[in-house]
């Protein structure tokens, strides 16, 4: 095992769906801390996992920068396995947070955090890369409490806008509508709706739009933020999987945001409704997100060795 000529495996940290996760260290550094993931691929989905795996390693790669996690290394081994080494991050991740009645946050803690989220999301965007799975439990927190994009299997170049890209991805409760609609074409604007929920699910402690299925996600969304129609959404019906709704819920306002996410404060909230906008073409970007007023208005986001941490 390649792996083994470098690094150190001392324990198993976790396992997901396609992965086991070990805590590690370099062999001539003991005192270095790396995560080593290893894919684990079965003959039954080879193919598609090597593909996700493979995707996971270039698009990791190529990207450094604070809010996104560092791949050190990668190692494929003949039997098709493929390991990557990652920077260790130690202290769980967003969901963790949310779901813990022990911890207490505020609007500020919120601001910090979501300032990094959009940070590392501008980043894979300006990069030509779409995360397109961010989501509580993908948000890693380092050491020192910066917040990290991690998990990249989905993650694709979109330089290419004629490529058809599978809409099968984001975890249901954080995709958007022209995913479940079945737009082949997207763009950013798929992370930034996921970067709302989010925001919202950090400011309310759950989910704020929980479906039980892909039909009931699309009924939640338009029963929560209103029905789209060739008026407030051109091109919509044309959708692959459109389907017409027997409710016409006009499109939320200010007033609605405010009212459910009371603690953002009027800007706050302002942010998070143009983030949730059901046209992609009319949801905020990233980089505009990050031009927002909300990160000057009062309270600051809190320093990161401030923030509250898991015991
Ligand atoms: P999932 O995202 O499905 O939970 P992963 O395969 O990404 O699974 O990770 C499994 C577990 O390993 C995670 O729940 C987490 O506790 C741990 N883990 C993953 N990556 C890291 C890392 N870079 N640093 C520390 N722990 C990690």
Request: with cysteine.
């Amino acid at each position: 095992d390649e792996v083994r000529q470098k690094y150190v495996k001392d324990k198993r940290l976790g396992e997901g769906t396609y992965a086991v996760v070990y805590l590690g260290h370099l062999k001539n550094d003991p005192s270095s801390s790396v995560a080593i993931k290893k894919i684990k691929v079965n003959a039954e989905y080879k193919d598609g996992l090597a593909m996700d795996a493979i995707r996971e390693v270039k698009y990791l790669q190529e990207l450094s920068h604070p809010n996104i996690i560092a791949l050190h290394d990668v190692f494929s081994s003949k039997d098709q396995n493929l390991s990557l080494v990652l920077e260790y991050l130690p202290r769980g991740d967003l969901e963790m947070l949310i779901k813990d009645v022990n911890i207490h946050y505020g609007v500020a803690d919120v601001k910090a955090w979501m300032g990094m989220l959009a940070r590392g999301v501008w980043f894979c965007h300006e990069n030509f890369v779409l995360h397109r799975d961010i989501k509580p439990n993908n948000l890693l927190i380092g050491s020192d409490g910066e917040v990290k994009l991690a998990d990249f299997g989905l993650a694709r170049s979109f330089a290419d806008p004629n490529y058809n890209m599978t809409h099968q991805v984001i975890t249901r409760w954080y995709r958007p509508l022209e995913l479940l609609y079945g737009a082949r074409q997207y763009s950013g604007a798929v992370d930034v709706w996921s970067m709302g929920m989010v925001f919202a699910e950090l400011l309310i402690r759950i989910p704020f739009v929980a479906g039980n299925t892909d039909l009931d996600q699309i009924s939640k969304i338009c029963e929560a933020f209103g029905t789209p129609t060739e008026e407030n959404w051109p091109g919509v019906t044309q959708l692959p999987n459109y389907i017409p709704s027997d409710r016409n819920v006009p499109l939320q306002g200010r007033e609605f945001f405010l009212r459910q996410f009371p603690i953002a404060g009027p800007v706050g909230a302002e942010l998070l409704m143009s983030m949730c906008a059901l046209d992609p073409r009319k949801r905020t970007t990233a980089l505009q997100a990050l031009r927002h007023s909300w990160w000057t208005t009062e309270p600051k986001p809190t320093k990161k060795e401030d923030l509250p941490r898991k015991a």
